[in-house]
């Protein structure tokens, strides 16, 4: 079969999809500066696809430039064509950053806490999904049997993530029916960010090449189980030593740990239209759920918006500080990784520099991507961690695609992400 190999280029969007172009390999040395071409509106397809509503219209021209460091060559071995492609950068036409980039969004967010206080995150994605490659039935959650039955996709998916220069931490069956999980090792928030990306879709590819689906959608069945993504994260300082725990602080965090978790609790309810940004993510977080309702932080507790993790049998202090982390929950695959951690960070800064104290009261979160976006509207410090232009295009992006499925029945709504996620 006469075949030439193809490379793509692309960036995980607001609609938390990856987008791009490819071209032929042969090319890739000129696209390494120059990159594809794209343009502003681009940005503004829904995750159903059309474009419903743009401030852009169809002027302008940008470029997604190829990062080396997120360059994905995987081989199945299948005879099928291998995964190669670059998360990337979009640029202006000058090479200067676009105010609308999800990767230069979450850049500024780490360059904002570095000048707040010369720290820097790591982070790691624990991701849930439903594979559609095993029988619904009784006893799935956790077993032997479960684990067992997905054959070879668990071993393709860890395997495919490791040859993507990721490295890969666990895969389980997890409680809801055909539902499993994967976890990637923590990384600076970029690298972690890429990493959530990548494995999420080597693990399309893997299912792909099973003939089956992994379905990463909030609420893949009207009164299923949800599908999360969990950001499990930790502060360090600029030798790379751990500065999250204090076990004299309260609930055992550093002071600028408490100010970190205050500001992301103060934000939440505005957060959640960027972490949980479908119409279909609020279905998942009700009560009953092992999901949050509430900005809250709890000690061990996967009920909480913010859990502190426990420590495992740590032999010392030094071990103790290096295990020690918080799980961010209240976002989902609907969510561009780059966007959600980005945000997180950019509330954690604000935490920060405000020295805000973690409250003992509790906030709802909303019960809807509308009634989010709305205290997203209304939030100053969001405007300004976006910008005007990209704090516009965002809420006409999600408000657009939240008219588009207003009037669907919760199981025909569910349908519709599940084949999108």
């Known amino acids: 079969m006469l075949r030439e190999d193809l490379t793509f280029v692309g960036t995980c969007d607001i609609a938390g999809l990856v987008r791009g172009k490819g071209f032929p390999s042969t090319e890739l040395p000129a696209r390494r500066k120059l990159g594809i071409g794209w343009t502003h509106s681009n940005l503004m397809q829904t995750c159903f696809g059309p474009i419903l509503d743009t401030p852009f219209g169809t002027a302008g021209d940008l470029m997604i430039v190829p990062d080396p460091t997120a360059e994905v060559h995987v081989d199945f071995r299948d005879g099928s064509a291998p995964e190669h492609f670059f998360l990337g950068d979009i640029r202006n036409t000058d090479g200067s950053p676009w105010e609308c980039c999800v990767r230069a969004f979450l850049r500024r967010a780490t360059d904002a806490l570095k000048e707040a206080c010369g720290l820097e995150l790591l982070a790691a994605f624990e991701q849930e999904f439903v594979y559609t490659g095993v ?12 684990f067992r039955r997905q054959g070879v996709f668990g071993e393709m998916v860890m395997a495919a993530i490791r040859a993507a220069s990721v490295h890969p931490d666990s895969f389980l069956a997890e409680y809801g029916p055909r ?3 994967m976890t990637v090792g923590p990384d600076a928030a970029l690298a972690a960010a890429d990493a959530g990306v990548i494995a999420r879709e080597m693990a ?43 076990p004299n602080g309260p609930m055992g965090l550093s002071a600028v740990a408490a100010h970190f978790a205050a500001g992301v609790l103060h934000h939440l309810p505005a957060l959640c239209a960027v972490t949980a940004p479908s119409p279909v993510s609020y279905l998942r977080l009700v ?56 945000a997180m960070i950019f509330a954690g800064v604000d935490g920060i520099a405000r020295e805000l104290k973690i ?56 349908a519709r992400y599940a084949e999108v996620y």
């Open 135 to 146: 029988e619904d039935v009784p006893g799935h959650a956790y077993s032997l049997n479960a």
């Open 179 to 181: 539902q499993f999980e």
């Open 204 to 246: 399309r590819g893997a299912a792909f090449r099973l003939e089956n689906s992994a379905i990463f959608s909030p609420m893949p069945v009207a009164g299923g189980a949800g599908n999360g993504v969990h950001i499990h994260f930790s502060l360090h300082d600029a030798s790379g030593a751990p500065v999250t725990s204090d």
């Open 287 to 342: 009560p009953d759920r092992w999901a949050p309702t509430v900005a809250d932080i709890k000690l061990q507790d996967r009920g909480a918006a913010l859990r502190i993790c426990p420590v495992f049998d740590a032999a010392g202090e030094e071990q103790r500080q290096a295990q020690f982390n918080l799980e961010f929950r209240v976002s989902d695959a609907a969510a561009s990784p780059y966007m959600a951690l980005g």
């Open 359 to 414: 409250s003992k009261t509790t906030t709802p979160l909303p019960s809807s991507l509308s009634a989010a976006l709305d205290l997203m509207e209304a939030s100053e410090a969001m405007r300004s961690w976006f910008g005007p232009v990209f704090f516009e295009a965002y809420l006409r992006h999600k408000r657009s695609e939240a008219a588009y499925v207003a009037d669907l029945p919760e199981a025909e709504l569910c």
